[in-house]
Nanobody, 124 residues
Framework: QVQFVESGGDVVQSGGSLRLSCTAS????????IGWFRQAQVEEREPVGC???????SYANSVKGRFTISRDIAKNSVTLQMNNLKPEDAGVCYC??????????????????WGQGAQVTVSS
């Protein structure tokens, strides 16, 4: 069965770091684009970044230089490393996998599989 299990949400202070990860089963990470999104309150999900099926990451301008997306094929997992966190980074963060997603600006509806979300809280 297809699963995309997310972990790593926590409370950190502004300027701190946090690592989220998603572990996949039922599909190959190198066959999909993996996206990361965040959602604050009732707002729409905002793209954070993505990593292509051949391992090339891209990032939203708001997180460039602070966030890093990587994957571990052996562990069948993808990681979002967040450094120098800001209060505006807070929210529920989701990983997602899309078979036909081509870039960071693709609609969220293009993604096929979603993690359950992880709460990221950033204190001032």
């Amino acid at each position: 069965q297809v699963q995309f299990v997310e972990s790593g949400g926590d409370v950190v202070q502004s300027g701190g770091s946090l690592r989220l990860s998603c572990t996949a089963s039922g599909f190959a990470l190198d066959s999909v684009t993996i996206g990361w999104f965040r959602q604050a309150q009732v707002e729409e999900r905002e793209p954070v970044g993505c990593i292509s099926s051949d391992g090339r990451p891209s990032y939203a301008n708001s997180v460039k230089g602070r966030f890093t997306i990587s994957r571990d094929i052996a562990k069948n997992s993808v990681t979002l490393q967040m450094n120098n966190l800001k209060p505006e980074d807070a929210g529920v963060c989701y990983c997602a996998a899309g078979l036909v997603v081509r870039g960071i600006l693709e609609d969220t509806q293009k993604y096929d599989y979603w993690g359950q979300g992880a709460q990221v809280t950033v204190s001032s």
